[in-house]
């Protein structure tokens, strides 16, 4: 079982930068793939990007390919998101999930662990 606990939202302008940190608790951090996603009130939750459990491979949404990269510390128990040139339509909360298997995936559904969320507001 691993809890997770984000943190790092906030309002920034367009153009800006954010880093989301995702903390964990429990001694199955370090084999579980993690990810991040997001929602906009009225739709479902969108994967953002994932990460193995190692650190070794990584995966990203078109949307922010490019402009946001996932980092973790299993040292640490840290997953982070850093988020540049941020966009009006990056606007959401933002959920950090784990899996406990080797695969990233897109699908929510995959994912056992949650977070509680932080909003992120991109003003433009």
């Known amino acids: 079982q691993v809890w997770l606990v984000e943190s790092g939202g906030g309002l920034v302008q367009a153009g800006g930068s954010l880093r989301l940190s995702c903390v964990a608790s429990?001694?199955?951090?370090?084999?579980?793939?993690m990810a991040w996603f997001r929602r906009v009130p009225g739709k479902e939750r969108e994967f953002v990007a994932g990460i193995s459990a190692p650190g070794t491979r990584t995966d990203y949404s078109s949307a922010v390919q490019g402009r946001f990269t996932i980092s973790r510390d299993n040292a640490k128990k840290t997953v982070d998101l850093q988020m540049d040139s941020l966009k009006s339509e990056d606007t959401a909360v933002y959920y950090c999930?784990?899996?406990?298997?080797?695969?990233?995936?897109?699908?929510?559904?995959?994912?056992?662990?949650w977070g509680q969320g932080t909003q992120v507001t991109v003003s433009s």
């Open positions: 999930a784990g899996r406990p298997f080797i695969t990233i995936q897109s699908d929510q559904d995959a994912y056992q662990y």
């Open positions: 429990g001694r199955d951090f370090g084999a579980a793939t």
